[in-house]
């Protein structure tokens, strides 16, 4: 008998270490001719980018990687790159003025005490999943970005309310407690009426780019599995 083929490795990078928690089992389930592994990191990328743009973050985050499990690029057969929309393509109008630091989430506005600086944290993330929405590679590795909206909790637990690390963590074991053993009905959420936008791919980024869409719950991450044919 010949050597069994070498699994190469579909790279999800996260925004935080329950991202990983929540996911890692299921996709770890439903991507079983590949390895998965995670990338974390640690809070919103694009803005501690800085000057250097965003498809340049996310190749450090790669070669990062690659150099801590000493990986070749032809050892990765994708990155998907999974954010959360926090709300940040609202028109800038509607981002208000508030009397809380932490800010506070309406169906149409945002409000924070900070008001001017999350209107330039909004422009830098719109700029942002912009161009990487627009990739299909970088550095030669096939790419795809997908979002959640407002945040992972929101998409697919329907939590509207500000969560504490505590608490969040609490619903990352849920969620893997609940599929990690049934993944195909993690497919089925992120399939239904109350999760999926609906349309091709670029139709799901103009989608949630447009109006105060980035407030709704919402996600195009089951286009994912759609590609791999799941």
Known sequence: MGNMPTKKVVLFLVEGITDQMALGMVLSQLIETDRVRFAVANGDLFVRGGREGPESAVRKQIQKFQSRYRLKRKDLRQVVHLIDTDGAFIPEESVLAGTNARIQYGKNCIESLYADSVR??????????LRLSSLETVDGIPYSIFYFSRNLEHALHGREDNLSPAEKRSLSEELEDTYADCPEEFLQL??????????????TWQWILAAWNSLKRGSNFYLFFEERGK
């Open 190 to 203: 992120l399939r239904s009426k109350e999760v999926a936008v609906q349309g091709e791919y670029a139709q």
């Open 120 to 129: 330039e944290r909004n422009r830098t993330r719109r700029a942002a999943a």
